[in-house]
Each structure stands twice: as C-alpha cells, then as structure tokens.
C-alpha cells in the first residue's frame, strides 16, 4: 500500500510544517521573506558564490520527488489508479492551502502545487494512452 503514496506530499509535508509554523507563530508574513534566507553560501568554482536559502531546498525536494512520481506513473496496474486519485486529493489540498491560507502564498509553494499538477496529469494521461493501447481492436 506504501507504493499507492504520492512522493509529492513529501514537499508538501515539510512546507506545511516550516509554513504552519510560522503562521501559529504570528509570522506569517514573513514566511516568504524566510524562504529566501540564505541557509548556507556554496563558493562556485568561478569564485562567485551562490547563496542557498530553504526555498531553493524545497524546490529541489520536490524536483527530485516528481521525477520518481514520473517513473511510476508508467504502471497502470490498481496501485497506480489508487496513487493517480491520491494525488489529484494531494493537489487540491495544495491548491487550497495556496489560495486561502497566509503563510503559502509564496512562489515556493506555488511550484510545489505546479509539480502536483504535472503529477495528476502525467499519471491520468499515462494511464489513460495504456488503456487505448489495451482496447485497440483490428478490423476490416
């Protein structure tokens, strides 16, 4: 059943904790100002440095966790159908938490409910061009 799990909430979790956080704290606000902080500076081999803030991280989290999502919606077994509608349920809770609640109107948060989206669509197309394939018939 842990197959069925969407990777996506993995972001969405860890958002929804930086992010409900800072809204019990009253900072809410201030959560996009947060998530271009920088964590930690990584000197560039052209001696520049690029600057990595906890927003970089989530998106990155999220990158990596929509590419598995990717590579598993090539199955079209019942598994899959479970993990396609769990994911369209992962997406409209993002998409609400976007519109309605402070602290995720952030660019951050918007690219992480954009990677749900891809997943539902990716898995519903996938799936869907799989069943053509299966019900093609050859006639005269």
């Known amino acids: 059943m842990f197959t069925a799990f969407p990777l996506l909430a993995i972001p969405a979790l860890f958002y929804n ?7 019990v704290g009253g900072k809410a606000a201030q959560a996009g100002a947060d998530l271009k902080a920088t964590l930690f500076p990584v000197t560039m081999p052209g ?7 906890s927003g970089d991280l989530f998106i990155l989290l999220g990158l990596i966790m929509l590419f598995f999502e990717l590579l598993r919606a090539t199955n079209t077994n ?8 769990l994911s369209l349920i992962l ?7 976007f519109l309605l609640i402070p602290g995720f109107a952030t660019s951050t948060f918007f690219l992480i409910t ?10 519903f197309i996938v799936t869907i061009v799989a069943a053509r394939k299966d019900f093609e018939f050859t006639g005269n």
Do not use: P, Q, Y
């Open 17 to 23: 904790l930086f992010a409900l956080t800072a809204v």
């Open 47 to 53: 001696g520049r440095g690029w600057d990595v803030s």
């Open 78 to 85: 019942k598994v899959a159908i479970i993990n396609h509608s």
């Open 91 to 97: 997406f409209i809770f993002c998409l609400v938490e």
């Open 114 to 123: 954009v990677m749900t989206l891809l997943d539902v669509l990716a898995g």
